[in-house]
C-alpha cells in the first residue's frame, strides 16, 4: 500500500482504515526485523521531536525514546510543570510554538480532546502516546503480538478481561476492523462509550466480527484463541474508587483454571503493568502462554513504525 499517513496525526484507531492500521503492523514488523539483525535504520536522522509526557510512564516513554534513537531522531523530554501551560498559557499558544521549534510531538495525556487540539494547531503530526480514550502505540503492538504468535487475523477470537477504557476502546475498533471476534467480560454495570460502540459496531458489520459484552467469564473464555488480561483500575483514580473496582473485577482475574477454559494453545497478553495477584495471577504471567514481553518489546518496534508512517 502506498503510505496514506505521512505528514497526518495518529491519535486513534477510529480515525484509520483498515489498510492504514495494517500497513503500520508490517512496517513495525520490519523494524523488528531489522532490530533483531542489527541493521541500521536511522530513517529520520536529523529530526527533533517533542516527548510531552503529563501522565508517568514506564514502557511508553522508554520505547519512544529508544525507538526514535534508532530512528536519529533526538527526542526532548518534556513534563508538564516545567512549561507555561501549567501557569495559564492557552494550549494553542504552546502547540503553535512547537509546531516553529520542532518535527512532531508525541504526547501522553489525559483526556482525548488534549491531543486533538495540539493536532489542531499544529501543521506538523501529533502522536498520541496514551489518552482516556485511545492507545494506539499499544494497538499496533498487540497486533504485531497476534500476527507473530497466531499468523492471521480472521476467525481468532479474543477475550478481553478488564476495565472499559484506552486499551480496550482501541482493542474493539482494531478486533472489529479486521475481523477479530471479541468477548469482553465485565461487571453489567458497566457500559462502554457510546460513540466507540457506535464505531465498533459500524466495522463490525463490515468485517464480519462479533463484539459482545458479557458478565459471564467462562463464555467469553470459551473457545478464546487469546486472552487478554487488563488492570481493573486506572492511574490517578481515588481510593475507594480503586477498591470497589477490585472487588467489582475479581471474578474476572486471570488465573490458569481460566486459561484452561480457553483454547487449549490460547496466548496470555497483556499491556501492563500487570498487578499480580489483582487482575492476573503471578502463575499466568509466568506460564508458557504468556507472550506479555514480547508484546512489551513490540511496543518501541510499534512506535518506529508509527513514526516512519507519518514523518519519513
Not at 45 to 69: D, I, M, P, Y
Not at 191 to 219: C, Q, Y
Not at 277 to 286: A, L
Request: proline share 4%; aromatic share 10%.
Amino acid at each position: 500500500m502506498r503510505n496514506k499517513l505521512r505528514g497526518k496525526d495518529y491519535l486513534a484507531f477510529k480515525d484509520m482504515q483498515r489498510e492504514e492500521i495494517e500497513f503500520v503492523v508490517d512496517l513495525s514488523l520490519e523494524f523488528k526485523r531489522k532490530w533483531v539483525a542489527r541493521e541500521p535504520h536511522e530513517y529520520l536522522k536529523g529530526q527533533v521531536w517533542a516527548a510531552l509526557f503529563e501522565k508517568n510512564s514506564t514502557r511508553t516513554r522508554n520505547a519512544f525514546q529508544r525507538a526514535a534513537a534508532d530512528l536519529g531522531i533526538t527526542a526532548v523530554y518534556l513534563r508538564p510543570d516545567e512549561l507555561q501551560s501549567g501557569r495559564g498559557e492557552p494550549l494553542k499558544d504552546t502547540a503553535r510554538m512547537f509546531d516553529r521549534y520542532y518535527d512532531g510531538l508525541f504526547i501522553r495525556t489525559f483526556g482525548h480532546e488534549i491531543v486533538e487540539q495540539y493536532a489542531q494547531w499544529m501543521d506538523t503530526p501529533v502522536i498520541n502516546g496514551l489518552t482516556t480514550m485511545a492507545h494506539p502505540t499499544q494497538g499496533i503492538a498487540d497486533l504485531m503480538t497476534i500476527k507473530e504468535k497466531k499468523r492471521d487475523y480472521p476467525g481468532l477470537k479474543l477475550c478481553y478481561a478488564g476495565n472499559l477504557y484506552n486499551v480496550c476502546y482501541t482493542t474493539m475498533i482494531a478486533c472489529a476492523t479486521l475481523g477479530i471476534d471479541m468477548s469482553i467480560a465485565c461487571p453489567a454495570s458497566l457500559h462502554p462509550d457510546a460513540n466507540i460502540l457506535e464505531e465498533t459496531r459500524k466495522r463490525a458489520a463490515v468485517s464480519g466480527a462479533n463484539i459482545v459484552f458479557t458478565d459471564d467469564f467462562d463464555a467469553a473464555l470459551k473457545d478464546a484463541d487469546i486472552v487478554y488480561g487488563m488492570s481493573h483500575y486506572s492511574m490517578g483514580q481515588a481510593p475507594d474508587e480503586i477498591e470497589a473496582l477490585k472487588k467489582a473485577f475479581q471474578p474476572y482475574q486471570v488465573t490458569m483454571e481460566a486459561m484452561r477454559k480457553a483454547k487449549s494453545d490460547a496466548i496470555f497478553m497483556h499491556c501492563l503493568p500487570a498487578y499480580r495477584g489483582i487482575d492476573v495471577t503471578d502463575e499466568v504471567m509466568e506460564c508458557e502462554q504468556s507472550v506479555v514481553w514480547d508484546q512489551g518489546e513490540n511496543r518501541m518496534h510499534s512506535i518506529k513504525g508509527i513514526l516512519a508512517a507519518v514523518a519519513l
